[in-house]
Each structure stands twice: as C-alpha cells, then as structure tokens.
C-alpha cells in the first residue's frame, strides 16, 4: 500500500496538459475534499478523479520547490508547510480510502471494469488498476498455497466474485443537499405501500439509503456527511 | 470518522483574531490570508491558531502568543440556546456546525481571555448532551419504524459521527433481516460455493455417500 | 486512525453467508435436529450410537449446519430439519413478548444468523420465523444503544454477556464511536500513538527469531 501512496509521482506532473476546465487552486482543493468525503463514506467505490489528484500533487510540488528557496526562519515558510501537510493528508487519506475498497470488493471492482463501455469514464486510475490486479493474484495464490491444492482436484477453484461479498448499495448515508432535488424515490411501490418520494432542499440534511442518491454522489448535487 | 478528522474540518471555519504583528498577506493554495496588522480583526482559518502548545517547531509559532481571540459566543445566549434545545422535540440551530470543536479550542487555548469560561464549557456541554440524547430517541425510533428517509437539520458533523458507524451497521443488519421475508429473496440457496465451502472445512476426504457428491458436481 | 491489518469480511446476516467470513463459518458449525428420509450409506460413522455402516432411513440425529444445508433438497426427500427450539412457537410466544429478557448468548450464539439460515428449510413457519428475527432485533436494539453509548471506561463484560454475535459485533462499534469521541474531548487523540500495524509487526519479528 505504502507504495502506491509514496509514489509521488514525478512523472505525473508532466503527464497532464490535457485539463481544460480552468479552476482556481482554491476550488481544487474544495473538490478534493469534497471527493475524499465521499469516498470515506460511500460503500462502493466511486469514480476515480485522478485529474484532481494529478492537479494537487502539481501544485504541492510546486509549493514546495518554493519553499525550497526560502531562508529558514520565515514565518510564511511556517504557514505554507502547514497548508501544505493538510493538503497531503487529504490526498493521502482520500487515496487510502479508496484502496481500502479495492482490497475489500476487488473481484467486482475488476469486473466493473472489465464490462465498462468505451466511452465511459474508468473506475480505477492506472495505478489503483494495477493495485487490484495484483492483490487479485496475490489472493488467489495465497488461498491455493495454504488450502486449495490439498482438495480434490475438482474443488480447488473459488469464484472469487461470490465469494468476496458485494458492495452494499442498500447501505444508509448521511448526506447533505447541494442542488436542490426533486422526487427521490425512498422506496418503491409495494403491495402494501405507496411509492415513497421526497425533495431534497438545498442545505438541508438526510440519511436514506444510497443505492437511490448514488447517482447525485457522482453529480456532484449531494455531498456525503 | 476518527473525531480528529472532524475537527481538522472545523479548523478550516474561520474565526475573527485581533493580531498583534504584522505581516504580508500569505498567497496559501486555498485562499489567501492577511494580510496582518497590529490591532486590526482580520479573519483567519483555525488551523493556524490550532494547537500552539505542540507545535513549537512552526517557525510562524511567534504569531500564536498574545493573540486574542475574538469569541462570538456569550454565556447568556447560551444559557438561552440550552433552554430552548430542552423544549423543542427536533434539533435547534447552533451557533456553528462545529461549535464544539471551536469550544475546545476556544476555552483549551485561549480561556484567559474569554470571561466566565468555565461557564460556558458547562452550557455547551448541556446542549451537547440534550442533542445526542435527542440523536439516540430519534434513531431507535428510526429503527423501530423501519423507516427509510429522515432529515436532519441542524445537525452537526461531530453528533453525527459520535452513533454513524453504530447506526448505519445497525441499520444493515436490520436490512438483511427484512428482506428475509421478501420470498423471491433466496437467490443462490445451493450453489456451489456453499457446498464447496462446507466441504472444505469437513476434514476429510470426500464419503462416497450418493447426494453430496451428486448435487456438488452436478450443481442444481 | 484506526489501522487494520486486515480487514476482516463481516458476516452475510442474511440468509446468504459470506465465504470468507469467520463469523459465518462458525454459524455454519452449529448442529441442527434432522431427521433422514432416506438410508445413508457407509456413513454410520457419522452417528456415535450406532456400529453399523449404513444410517438407516428415520435416524434422528445432529448434523452442522452446513451438512444439512448441503444434504437438503426439496424435491427429493434425503432429510427433514427439525427447528432448534428456540425458533419454534414456544419461544417466539416469549420474544414477541418482551424480546429482552432473553440471553441471545445463551440461546444462540448466533440467533439471527441461525435464523436466517433456518429460512432455507422449507416450513410453513417460515414467515413468523423471520417476522420474530426483525422484531427481535429492532426490540433490543434500544437497549444495546443504550449500553454500548453509554459504557464509557468500565468493564462491559456484564453488558455483553446476555448479546448475540451480532449484536457485539454492533456494541463494539457503538463503543468505538463513544471512545473516539472521549479521547477527542479530552485532547488525547493529538497525542500521537504508535499505530497497531507497527506494534504487530514487531511481535511477529520477535517470534521469528525465537523459534
């Protein structure tokens, strides 16, 4: 794990001249905040928003390159490292979270990957991809040497997909409303209930389960508290 | 949620000080801040006025001592806040949605300048605990009701986080056994993986009974 | 922050386990009431009482769960599963009651997980069944709220002892909730601690070189 996190990648500095969008630092780092958030708390891994990481990790470089040159004792210099470890420990917690939900749903997070249309935006970024190829192989290398090949030959494969369990969509959430919302199907229509629908004003607050605002999480309308 | 990571949330709400050196504005990633003169109230993230007793090391440590923060909160208004929190049934609006963060910080690091502190550590204390009992009544009858929605205005992030992972497990497992009684829900009863499982753990080899044998290899 | 070395796989609750839960493979050790249908052959040693190879048809004996599970068809009669008395009429009578007095622990250890699994035995109480599950859970659920916000700095083990799996498993993480939020408001949560992975990883360096 440490190692994904460590790599600070030089290289993606230079990677990127591809982000069009022109945002202001200030609202980068409101965004990845926002993304580590929702990440902490969703139970199933969200999209990966690996321009924003590569966009931080450019400016915390930059930052610190300058301070570099600064004369020891500046009292800037004390403010600026303050600002910067913050920051670090956002992008850190917010990487470390996501790993921790490739480690606990890796075959389905593979499969999701795998059957992804063209077009559609990746789940994992290339690192977190290779993360949970390798800890897939890593598993089933591990369950074959302590147990499966001492079974008959007939029972030394695991479906790996049923046998690590699913993210729990049905899972409740707190949340808090950013755009206002209208008709949030609670729960659907059953024999001895009416459909169940709400709006969601802005600012306010709820818990109801995620499967039904799992697509306002990705919109960015809902914020996961 | 580690409480810690909560309050590294509240340290970005920004609190009124009246500094008392001067300094250029700072260009941080996020904002900038100052600039800083003598006198004059300026306001400024929490962070950088966090915590000073440990962190000597911070070059910018000169700027924490003889700060004065400027406290917004009075024991009066208080004492209303706690009075009203007791009657009403839902949960009433707080001076901030990190109050109790900004108290600890307030009183732990700058109580000499704040006039009846003790007071005012025991008043939001008060309020603190009518709001998580309000929290536990509100939740078991969630449960109770096996509701699936509720709002919660005014509700703070550090209530929030004391019952999350308690509430949210709860609620799961009470999921899982309701929807044992949805029929239709008892998807994948013998698959192979059961089986499979259940034999691994027989400790011995395979008996040449005619079921076990039969329904794992042939599946269902 | 806490920090795992793992991350153990909860159990499935349900009436689907999870693989590579602890939890649900001890749940599937528990033994049931059955009776067989048919004969099993060259299985006597399965059953203590008796020397001959075969179990004739009508035994009745104890099986794992997970036997039975696995021997269990609807179509073809191979064993019936008779209900642990805790499920039955009786004993619903006294949950639907007052569901706290009762010692899950003892009863149990695994009542809901049981329970849920029983539900894959066709039986016409299979609907009461699991409506005395849900209510039981939600009738207790104040209670354990109740204990494990509330214990702060004192021996729960009396707490505990009258609780499901389960419901431990939940009183842990009220707990864990109630102490982090303590230790915050005391200040202790800026000291820093050594964290688990570290500490552990040490022990088992200590054991390697010991043989």
Redesign the interface.
């Known amino acids: 794990m440490s190692d994904v996190l460590s790599d600070d990648g030089g290289s993606e500095v230079n990677q990127d001249d591809s982000r069009e969008d022109v945002m202001t630092p200030a609202e980068l780092i409101a965004k990845l905040e926002e993304a580590w958030l929702n990440e902490k708390f969703s139970p199933d891994l969200l999209e990966n928003k690996s321009e924003v990481v590569e966009c931080v990790m450019e400016q915390l470089t930059h930052m610190e390159d300058n301070l570099q040159r600064v004369k020891k004792g500046d009292a800037k210099a004390g403010i600026h490292r303050m600002e910067i470890d913050r920051i670090r420990f956002v992008l850190s917690s917010y990487l470390r979270s996501r790993l921790q939900k490739i480690e606990k749903f890796f075959p389905h997070v593979l499969e999701r990957e795998k059957s992804r249309g063209e077009g559609d935006p990746s789940l994992l970024s290339p690192e977190e991809f290779a993360f949970a190829r390798e800890y897939y192989a890593m598993t089933e290398t591990y369950l074959k040497a302590v147990a499966l090949k001492r079974m008959p030959p007939n029972l030394q494969t695991v479906d790996m997909l049923k046998a690590v369990p699913e993210p729990c969509l049905d899972s409740f959430v707190f949340l808090r409303v950013k755009e206002r919302q209208e008709n949030i199907l609670v729960e659907p229509e059953t024999d001895d209930q009416r459909e169940y629908v709400v709006d969601l004003e802005e600012g306010s607050q709820h818990l109801m389960r995620y499967r039904t605002i799992a697509p306002l999480v990705s919109s960015g309308a809902v914020q996961l508290i | 949620m580690d409480p810690s990571e909560v309050e590294f949330l509240a340290e970005k709400e920004v609190v009124k000080i009246i500094p008392n050196f001067s300094l250029d504005k700072v260009y941080l990633i996020g904002g900038d801040l100052g600039p800083f003169n003598p006198g004059l109230p300026v306001g400024c993230p929490r962070v950088a006025g966090s915590e000073p007793k440990t962190e000597t090391e911070v070059s910018g440590l000169f700027l924490l001592h003889g700060w004065m923060l400027v406290s917004t909160v009075h024991a009066d208004k208080l004492e209303e806040m706690r009075d009203l929190e007791r009657k009403e049934d839902a949960f009433t609006p707080v001076p901030s949605p990190y109050y109790m963060e900004l108290t600890k910080l307030l009183l732990n690091y700058a109580s000499d300048n704040i006039p009846k502190a003790d007071e005012i550590r025991t008043l939001v204390k008060d309020i603190w605990d009518t709001r998580v009992a309000k929290l536990r009544l509100s939740a078991d009858s969630f449960i109770s009701q096996m509701e699936a929605h509720a709002k919660l205005d005014n509700l703070t992030l550090m209530e929030i986080n004391t019952i999350r992972s308690f509430l949210l497990d709860s609620l799961n497992c009470m999921y899982k056994l309701r929807s044992n009684l949805q029929p239709g829900s008892s998807k994948g009863q013998f698959t192979g993986l059961l089986i499979h499982k259940n034999l691994g753990r027989l400790g011995f080899g395979l008996p040449h009974g005619p079921f076990v044998t039969q329904k794992t290899f042939l599946g269902d | ?2 920090t795992q070395s793992y ?1 153990p ?2 159990p ?10 602890l939890d649900d ?1 001890l749940l ?2 528990e033994r049931l009431p059955i009776r067989t249908e048919c004969v ?4 006597g040693f399965l059953e203590k009482s008796s020397d001959s190879q075969d179990i004739p048809e009508g035994t009745k004996m104890e099986l794992p769960l ?2 039975s ?5 609807r179509k073809r009669r ?1 064993l019936s599963v008779e209900l642990p008395k805790v499920y039955r009429e009786g004993w619903r009578t006294v949950f639907n009651a007052d569901p706290n007095v009762v010692d899950l622990h003892k009863m149990g250890p695994y009542y ?1 997980g049981l329970g ?1 699994q029983m ?2 035995f066709d039986s016409p109480e299979n ?1 009461e069944i ?2 005395t ?2 209510q039981t ?3 207790r ?2 209670r ?3 204990s ?2 509330n214990a702060y700095n004192e021996d729960t083990s009396a707490l505990v002892e009258r609780l499901d799996c ?1 419901e431990k ?2 009183f842990k ?2 707990q ?3 102490n ?2 303590q ?3 005391k ?1 202790q ?2 000291q820093l601690t050594a964290s688990s992975l570290v500490l552990n990883y040490r022990k088992r360096k200590m054991t390697d070189v010991q043989p």
């Open positions: 922050m806490d991350l796989v909860q499935g609750v349900g009436m689907e386990e999870n693989f590579l839960s493979i599937s050790h099993f052959p060259r299985l997970w036997l599970k696995g021997l269990y068809e191979v809901y849920s539900l894959h609907p699991g409506q599950l849900l859970f939600i009738g659920f104040r354990t709220m109740d494990s916000q389960l498993t939940l993480s009220g864990s909730g109630l982090g939020f230790s915050w408001e200040g949560a800026s």
